[in-house]
């Protein structure tokens, strides 16, 4: 039986899921998401009375998703007709199975239904250059 892999829409949207877990539980209210991964922004989530619009890039070990300069600054022209900051998430994620067999090209297999473990830092808050 052949495992089959995961798409790059199918990796946003694994990646998306768990942005929106650590969003969850960090207090962070979730206005919307979206799947779509050219569409952005793909989360507005608020932070108090704070409103926060974000862009998710995921990819597989050994990479973490990258987001285009382009795409921030449509972020922040965006956000600022809101009022809301601007904040990027960039999440890596290896195949479980590889990381428990030491296994790097196991690692960088996403397979639909497998198990992963994910690297992210935290959200990286974004700004207009002065």
């Known amino acids: 039986m ?3 892999l995961m798409n790059t829409q199918e990796i946003h949207e694994f990646g998306l899921q768990v942005l929106l877990q650590h969003l969850t539980e960090k207090g962070f209210e979730i206005e919307f998401a979206q799947p779509n991964k050219s569409e952005f922004p793909h989360v507005v989530a608020k932070q108090g009375e704070q409103l926060i ?3 998710v890039a995921t990819d597989v070990y050994p990479n973490k ?3 285009a300069n382009s795409d921030k600054q449509a972020l922040l022209e965006h956000a600022q007709t809101f009022a809301a900051q601007s904040a990027c998430a960039y999440l890596g994620i290896a195949n479980a199975d590889g990381v428990v067999n030491k296994d790097k090209e196991l690692c960088a297999k996403a397979f639909k239904n497998a198990q992963f473990y994910t690297d992210f830092s935290g959200l990286e808050f974004i700004h207009f250059e002065d």
């Open 53 to 55: 619009f974000i862009l």
């Open 65 to 67: 998703g990258t987001i």
């Open 2 to 4: 052949a495992f089959e």
